[in-house]
């Protein structure tokens, strides 16, 4: 059953069908946290990322050792031990941008599209896949907090990534760096994304349902002649 | 081997090779963010004691100070790192004041958690300047919709920011008093 889904749709489904923000609506916490800069949330989705994969990674290639009654201890403990070395690495390395995320860092432990992850995937499948579907999902989580750092820096700032975009004419809407703009922004988007599946969607059934008009008439055409 | 004893191994194998694992970034790493903060202490002093070439930590529990010298002998003063209860979080800044404690050179805001685009409007310069040269020989006081007078030791709070204006005035102030109480400072010269 698993072999039949290929390597790119095993990528892609982080990205639109299974979106841990979109889709499975996970890891809220530090998407409407950190975004109030798009770089804060670039950072925040590469830093998750990285525990994200080399979770998945150690996870997946232990799965068959740990008993499941200590499983999500385990997971724990791994997933805790990662976030700490980026906490540490990015104390020592990018000290600015560890100040600017604060105890966010450290909430990655929490995050539950890490944990999510584990139990629903890695723990299932060979690492090269768990490996895909980490790499997915971050790539998912790294697109919808970009977007939506991008969009609250600039209508609450007037820059994107620090550069001005907005010059002095415009009053920033002091809101969207706010956590108030932070659900606001993420519910239209969640909107946005939802009304367009559902448009897919009917399309997709109303061509079904035409092709099977058009397979009962040819039937009926045959009989008659 | 029974579950448990499966169990058991297994959390202790996960716990010690997480626990090197740690040990050996953090060995890497301690050194790299001790530098970090200590490259940071030094931009806010010479920020906040602009005249300042060389700087020395003075052996005391109750205040990070440094005295800064300007040449080999003579002192322009102490920096001052001071902490402090904000509207939000705690508010760590670091001024500069003369030898006597009667007057601050310069403020810098170091870390703050405040409102942002209202508190935290204390880190910005049309804030900050408010308190180069003020006197301070006694309490500063804050004044709310009127113009500020650094000559008697008043500042005027930022509009819709005025827990977060007094609370740093009451930083410093609090930490000028406990300073004065050490003995051998506030009469330097």
Redesign the interface.
Known sequence: MKNKVTIWKEFAKGIWENNPVLVQVLGLCPTLAVTATAANGIAMALATTFVLIFSSLIISSVRKLIPTQVRIASYIVIIATFVTIVDIVMKAKFPEMSKNLGPYIPLIVVNCIILGRQEAFSAKNNPFRALIDSIGMGTGFLIVLTTLGGIREIFGKGTLLGFTILGDWYTPWLVMILPAGAFLTLGFILGGVNFIKLKKETRLKEAEMANALEAQKAKLNRQEA | MN?VT??IL??CI??IV?GG??NS??D??DP??KE?ARI?TEKAIFEVQPTGKTYKRLETDVAEIYQVFENDTTSVGYAVVCLGNGFQNKIKMMFGVDGGFTKITALAVL?Q?E???LGDEITKPHFTTKFEGINVANNMSVLKGLDGNKAEGKVQAITGATISSKAVVEIINGTLDKLRKIEGLGGVQ
């Open positions: 579950t499966k169990m297994t959390l996960i716990g997480s694992a740690l970034i953090w890497w790493a790299l963010i970090n940071a870390d958690q409102t942002p685009g």
